[in-house]
């Protein structure tokens, strides 16, 4: 057998490996909070402040393993009937339960089913205003 024909079989043996089916250590979900929801649906954006209990500084995607994440969101409503103080305008925590392959989009659902005034923090809810398909996969780093 020549060196050539040699070498061939190795590299189709190391490419035979590489096409094993993917490491479900590695399987991720992704949560986002850039994306700007359209208003009209009383859907705004938020900004990640705290994930499973440690503050952060906010990105738009965040890469996690499947299961159970808290975050905590401060919304970014610049609605003009948006009534209330300062005071009111507290973060709000949200579970996220992360699947493999799968996008979710948080942001900050404006309730206006009545006046909101003073320090009343009712008038807004930290949600999942969208879902979809999405491949994900952790990096060593992610881990």
């Known amino acids: ?39 009209r649906t009383d859907w705004y954006r938020v900004v990640v402040t705290h994930l499973d209990g440690k503050a952060v500084i906010s990105r738009p995607n965040y890469a996690l393993s499947p299961g159970v994440h808290e975050f905590t969101l401060a919304e970014l409503i610049d609605d003009p009937a948006l009534k209330v103080a300062l005071a009111a305008r507290v973060p709000k925590n949200l579970s996220v339960t992360v699947a493999a392959d799968e996008r979710y989009h948080l942001g900050a659902k404006f309730n206006q089913d009545r006046p909101y005034q003073g320090n009343d923090p009712g008038y807004w809810q930290p949600g999942i205003w969208q879902q979809e398909a999405h491949e994900c996969r952790l990096s060593g780093s992610q881990r």
């Open 1 to 39: 057998m020549s060196w050539r024909c040699a070498g061939g079989i190795l590299l189709a043996a190391g490419l035979t490996g590489c096409a094993s089916a993917p490491d479900p250590d590695q399987a991720c979900g992704t949560v986002s909070a850039y994306l700007q929801p359209d208003s």
